[in-house]
């Protein structure tokens, strides 16, 4: 954290994101959701560097499992950092990143609702963009995953209305 200063909250949203770009059984979504949400939250607020509980640095992922999730990604990273520089800067300032936190929130709070094992896949890919795009500061990108983040929450949304929808039939 301290090595990557202002990039290492793009990091983590990358990081948190990508567990999402391949089905996953439910409790991963919402732990990562949860955690991408608790990282927005301190965009938002403006700290210069990200908290997380020493608990959770304390903790480590199976091996196995980050192999697998980076072998798959990494073709598809590295397609993309060759086409990526620095575009858009303007989404660089203070202000922009307090947005950008909160549009992160909305996708965060998308994964705690997405459907199970293949829904939340489109907002992972959304999130994974996003954070490259600020690691990269290219705002083409960025905005290339907000495209694909609604989506993935319209998605979500449905998921909900029609899980709400079957609730209200029976009763």
């Known amino acids: 954290m301290a090595v990557l200063q202002d990039r290492a909250f793009a ?5 948190l994101g990508l567990p999402n770009c391949l089905p996953m059984p439910p409790p991963i979504p919402l732990v990562c959701g949860l955690l991408l949400a ?12 990200p908290w997380l509980p020493r608990a959770l640095l304390n903790r480590s992922i199976a ?15 590295r397609r993309l950092e060759r086409v990526s520089r620095p575009r858009m800067t303007f989404m660089e300032t203070p202000i922009a990143m307090r947005v950008m936190g909160a549009v ?16 939340q896949i489109p ?11 600020l690691v990269e500061r290219d705002g083409l990108v960025v905005l290339g995953g907000l495209l694909i983040g609604t989506v993935g929450l319209t998605l979500s949304l449905g998921f909900v209305y029609a899980i709400l929808s079957g609730i209200e039939t029976l009763f």
């Open 104 to 119: 992160i929130l909305v996708l965060a709070l998308g994964l705690l609702f997405a459907p199970p094992f293949v829904g």
């Open 38 to 49: 608790l990282v927005a939250i301190q965009i938002v607020f403006g700290r210069p560097t």
């Open 123 to 133: 907002l992972g890919l959304a999130v994974c963009l996003v954070g490259l795009g």
């Open 11 to 15: 990091l983590l949203v990358v990081l």
């Open 63 to 77: 091996q196995t499992d980050v192999e697998r999730a980076v072998g798959r990604a990494m073709p598809a990273f």
